[in-house]
């Protein structure tokens, strides 16, 4: 059994500023995601075999 809470450390050092917090994930979690997917694209093109590389092939 942990000994801590993060839900409750998370709570007492954004005390007060739980919108700005919110908006700092918000932000980091949709560029990271934005990454997510251009990462996932570049990975995907990869895999294509040389004679796809027109877009022809899925």
Known sequence: ?????IDK???ELT???HKEF???VRE???TYAD?????????????KPN???SGSCD
């Open 1 to 5: 059994l942990v000994p801590y809470s």
């Open 9 to 11: 450390q998370v709570d």
């Open 15 to 17: 005390d007060g500023r």
């Open 22 to 24: 919110r908006q700092l």
């Open 28 to 30: 980091v979690a949709l």
């Open 35 to 47: 990454q997510v997917k251009k990462d996932y694209g570049y990975f995907l093109e990869k895999l």
């Open 51 to 53: 004679s796809c590389s």
